[in-house]
Antibody, heavy 119, light 113 residues
Framework: EVQLVQSGAEVKKPGESLKISCKGS????????IAWVRQVPGKGLEWMGI????????RYSPSFQGQVTISADKSINTAYLQWSSLKASDTAMYYC????????????WGQGTLVTVSS | DIVMTQSPDSLAVSLGERATINCKSS????????????LTWYQQKPGQPPKLLIY???TRESGVPDRFSGSESGTDFTLTISSLQAEDVAVYYC?????????FGQGTKLEIK
C-alpha cells in the first residue's frame, strides 16, 4: 500500500527555521516525483514545487522560489520542505503528494503538516 | 501563469440529484501530441488531504465511483456527480498540469440542500 506520512504539527516564531518531512512507503520512492502543496487555512491549494528523489532534480513555482527549500534523502525514502526564516504568512497546512505515472498531478497524498507561525 | 476559474464558488444540491461544477482555463491545456487535456479534479473533505478523482479531464481514477465523471470542451471543463450522495459533501478543485507553475481553481464547495 502506497503511503506518505508527514511529520507532526509545528508552532514556531517569526524568524525561526523549520524543516518538515514526508516519508514514502509501499512503492519505489526514488523513481516518483514528490510535490509540495500549500493550503492557507480556509483557502485553496497552491503548488510549491517538486523533487525527483533519485537525483534531487528540483523545480520551484516562481511564487515559492527563494522562499523555501525542497530536498530529499532517497536512502530513507523521505522528502523535506524547509524554511530558513519563517514569517507569519507561512502559516498553512502543507501537503506532500506523489506524482502519478500519467502526469504531474498527485495520486497519493500525505495527511498534511500544519505550520503555525506566531509571535 | 494559467488561471483556472471555477464556478460556482458554492453549490447546494438535493440528495440523488445531479451536481455540476465548472472549470475554465485561461489558455489551452491540451497537448496536441497526444490530444489530451492536462486537467485533473480533486475532492477535499474537511480535515483531509485532496483525493484524486479524475485526470486527463475525463479519466476516472481507480476506485472512484462511476457517478463522478469529467468532460471537456475547449478550455471549459465540467465535473458531474450524477446522483449526489451524502458522502460527496466536500470542496472540489480542478488543476492544470500542462504548464508550470501548475495551478488550481479556487475550489467549489458542495453541500446538501
Amino acid at each position: 500500500e502506497v503511503q506518505l506520512v508527514q511529520s507532526g504539527a509545528e508552532v514556531k516564531k517569526p524568524g525561526e527555521s523549520l524543516k518538515i518531512s514526508c516519508k514514502g512507503s509501499g512503492y519505489s520512492f526514488s523513481t516518483y516525483w514528490i510535490a509540495w502543496v500549500r493550503q492557507v487555512p480556509g483557502k485553496g491549494l497552491e503548488w510549491m514545487g517538486i523533487i525527483y528523489p533519485s537525483d534531487s532534480d528540483t523545480r520551484y513555482s516562481p511564487s515559492f522560489q527563494g522562499q523555501v527549500t525542497i530536498s530529499a534523502d532517497k536512502s530513507i525514502n523521505t522528502a523535506y520542505l524547509q524554511w530558513s526564516s519563517l514569517k507569519a504568512s507561512d502559516t498553512a497546512m502543507y501537503y506532500c503528494a506523489r506524482l502519478s505515472d500519467y502526469g504531474d498531478f498527485g495520486d497519493y497524498w500525505g495527511q498534511g503538516t500544519l505550520v503555525t507561525v506566531s509571535s | 501563469d494559467i488561471v483556472m476559474t471555477q464556478s460556482p464558488d458554492s453549490l447546494a444540491v438535493s440528495l440523488g440529484e445531479r451536481a455540476t461544477i465548472n472549470c475554465k482555463s485561461s489558455q489551452s491545456v491540451l497537448y496536441s501530441s497526444n490530444n489530451k487535456n492536462y486537467l485533473t479534479w480533486y475532492q477535499q473533505k474537511p480535515g483531509q488531504p485532496p483525493k484524486l478523482l479524475i485526470y486527463w479531464a475525463s479519466t476516472r481514477e481507480s476506485g472512484v465511483p462511476d457517478r463522478f465523471s469529467g468532460s471537456e470542451s475547449g478550455t471549459d471543463f465540467t465535473l458531474t456527480i450524477s446522483s449526489l450522495q451524502a458522502e460527496d459533501v466536500a470542496v472540489y478543485y480542478c488543476q492544470q498540469y500542462h504548464s508550470s507553475p501548475y495551478t488550481f481553481g479556487q475550489g467549489t464547495k458542495l453541500e446538501i440542500k
